[in-house]
């Protein structure tokens, strides 16, 4: 069983600066997909940025592309969302995700119905 477990949020102002982590657990992280996704009280989850099993590959939501950055270190079995130039409507839980599946179509990256395995998620306030 994988677990997964976010931290880095908090609150901060806009045009300010966050990284989020996501440490996995069991598994094989190295060979998992991984993503970042976020919910906003009263919508729905959305798709923030993911990123191949190998870092090779990244995929960005058009609403992130150019201030965020998604990283991985798999020696140290950990994802990471550089988040810059945050705007308030960045404020949401962020959740990271993985997927046993290796290989995954690009079309997959962005849906959540995709990956396997969720974190509790981190709270990100970015205040105007």
């Known amino acids: 069983q994988v677990q997964l477990v976010e931290s880095g949020g908090g609150l901060v102002q806009a045009g300010g600066s966050l990284s989020l982590s996501c440490a996995a657990s069991?598994?094989?992280?190295?060979?998992?997909?991984m993503g970042w996704f976020r919910q906003a009280p009263g919508k729905e989850r959305e798709f923030v940025a993911a990123?191949?099993?190998?870092?090779?590959?990244?995929y960005y939501a058009d609403s992130v592309k150019g201030r965020f950055t998604i990283s991985r270190d798999n020696a140290k079995n950990t994802v990471y969302l550089q988040m810059n130039s945050l705007k308030p409507e960045d404020t949401a839980v962020y959740y990271c995700?993985?997927?046993?599946?290796?290989?995954?179509?690009?079309?997959?990256?962005?849906?959540?119905?995709?990956?396997?395995?969720w974190g509790q998620g981190t709270q990100v306030t970015v205040s105007s």
């Open positions: 990123i191949g099993w190998s870092g090779g590959y990244t």
């Open positions: 069991g598994g094989t992280f190295s060979s998992y997909p």
């Open positions: 995700a993985a997927d046993e599946t290796r290989f995954k179509g690009s079309s997959r990256y962005s849906w959540s119905e995709s990956y396997d395995y």
